[in-house]
């Protein structure tokens, strides 16, 4: 018989660490994990990791031979900056490798007669706000407000949201019969800060670029201006809103996309916490035109109210106790030791 396992494809990023780690604590054992890279040392003995690219076809065809897949953590992804330098990659990466392993997961969800369970982040990237005016007059979006993106990524995530759309409830919807469905949510976040690492390729990676360059003694040009505002959460929050929605019973869902969110900071506002946690930090702002374009184009807040209702979302880390109990210490410890 095949082991059942979680797979979680992307860990070596930042939410896939912290996941991992997560997981773990909470006694859940038969985790495959799979990456281009290889695990870090940190997280290289919590699973079974395999080392390849979501776009490898056998690889997905050795996966289900020797595993049943039970739940999918996907998070493997080129994010908005990388994106726009590499659009045609960003877009197989992104959209065909999201395919893949929809169409495994569908085909899997038959095979097992039970569904799969797909969790997808996504991101802040899949709304487009056309101009500041709007960003002041819409704070707070609703997930299907201003869904008109101008990044790669954002169009990629937006795009394979619909997709698992369409996977868990309308596959094969002319078939004469009706096959079992996988089960896709879906969470769209926020820019995420950790304290363990540092983010690459993202445009709301300014914000932990911040701290993590203070805690190391390091000057810092914040590429964007300092009103500039968008959302941002903790990274234990990020992995809780993962897991509690994989957690969270069916019948409660009314939804398939939940924004999730913690606070909205300008980045202003975050290099005043930033001093205030290190007072020699030396952080000073050049903004970058082009980059600055696409923070201005995510809201400056999310209405996460459904995520609330249905599954009982909250965050843990409003900003004070983000700041003084999960980043600064655990960063000065990281940088000290
Ligand atoms: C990025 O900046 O691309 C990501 C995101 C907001 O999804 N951090």
Not at 321 to 329: H, V
């Amino acid at each position: 018989m095949r082991k059942k396992i979680t797979l979680i494809t992307g860990v070596v990023g930042e939410v896939g660490q912290a996941l991992v780690k997560n997981l773990v604590e909470r006694g859940n054992a038969n985790l495959v994990t799979l990456d281009i890279r290889p695990a870090p040392v940190e997280i290289a003995h919590l699973s079974t990791h395999i080392q390849g690219n979501i776009l490898d076809k056998s690889l997905l065809a050795r996966l289900v031979s020797e595993y049943e897949i039970a739940t999918i953590y996907h998070l493997a992804a080129l994010l908005s900056t990388r994106g726009e330098f590499t659009p045609v990659e960003a877009h197989q990466v992104n959209v065909e490798g999201t395919m893949g392993l929809l169409q495994m997961a569908a085909e899997q969800s038959e095979w097992r007669k039970e569904p799969v369970l797909f969790i997808f982040p996504s991101s802040i990237a899949a709304y487009g706000m056309p101009n500041l005016k709007a960003k002041v007059d819409f704070p707070r979006v609703r997930e299907w407000e201003w869904n008109y993106p101008i990044t790669m990524y954002g169009c990629n995530k937006l795009y394979c949201e619909l997709l698992g759309i369409y996977f868990s409830q309308y596959y094969r919807q002319l078939a004469a019969e009706q096959p079992i469905m996988l089960d896709f949510r879906c969470v769209r976040f926020p820019g995420l800060i950790s304290a363990f690492t540092v983010p690459s390729g993202g445009t709301s990676d300014y914000g932990p670029e911040m701290l993590h360059a203070a805690a190391q003694g390091e000057p810092y040009a914040c590429f964007v201006r300092e009103d500039a505002i968008i959302p941002f959460m903790a990274m234990p929050d990020a992995v809780t809103a993962l897991v509690n929605l994989a957690q969270a019973p069916k019948s409660k869902l009314r939804r398939c996309v939940y924004n999730v969110t913690s606070f909205s900071l300008t980045a202003a506002q975050i290099r005043e916490l930033v001093v205030e946690a290190f007072p020699k930090a030396q952080i000073t702002f050049k903004p970058d035109v082009k980059r600055q374009r696409i923070v201005d184009s995510w809201p400056a807040d999310l209405n996460d109210d459904d995520a609330r209702r249905d599954w009982d979302w909250l965050p843990a880390f409003d900003v004070k106790r983000s700041f003084k109990e999960y980043l600064t210490p655990n960063i000065v410890r990281r940088y000290q030791g």
